[in-house]
C-alpha cells in the first residue's frame, strides 16, 4: 500500500491553473511534519517547489513559482494540497509531496504536470 498518493495532475495551456492534492494512508506522515510539495524534471534533481509548517503558519516557496502557487494541507483530511496558477511550460513536471525533509519511504508516483506554450 502506497503511503502517500498525489493526484490533480494533467495537461494545461500557459496561463491555466491546476490543483494537485496529497494524501496520506497514516496521520502519523502528515500531522506531525512540515510537508512540501517537490518537482523533478527528466535529467534533474528534485527540488523542493514549496512548503508548509505543521499547524499551517509559515509557507515557503521556490523563487520561479512565488505569486502563482499557494500551498495548503487539512490536518483532519491528512491532506495537502497545492494550488498552481498562470502556469508556464518550465513547470512541466512529476509533482511529489513529502516531509520536510523527505523520507524516502514516503516517496510516491507523483503526479505528472504538463503546460503547453
Known amino acids: 500500500q502506497r503511503q502517500v498518493v498525489e493526484s490533480g495532475g494533467g495537461l494545461v495551456q500557459a496561463g491555466g491553473s491546476l490543483r494537485l492534492s496529497c494524501t496520506g494512508s497514516r496521520r502519523i506522515i502528515f500531522t506531525p511534519n512540515t510537508m512540501a510539495w517537490y518537482r523533478r524534471t527528466p535529467g534533474n534533481e528534485r527540488e523542493l517547489v514549496a512548503a508548509i509548517t505543521r499547524m499551517s503558519d509559515s509557507t515557503n516557496y521556490a523563487d520561479s513559482v512565488k505569486g502563482r502557487f499557494t500551498i495548503s494541507r487539512d490536518n483532519a483530511r491528512n491532506t495537502v494540497y497545492l494550488q498552481m496558477n498562470s502556469l508556464e511550460p518550465e513547470d512541466t513536471a512529476l509533482y511529489y509531496c513529502?516531509?520536510?525533509?523527505?523520507?524516502?519511504?514516503?516517496w510516491g508516483q507523483g503526479t505528472q504536470v504538463t503546460v503547453s506554450s
Open positions: 513529502n516531509t520536510v525533509p523527505p523520507n524516502r519511504t514516503y
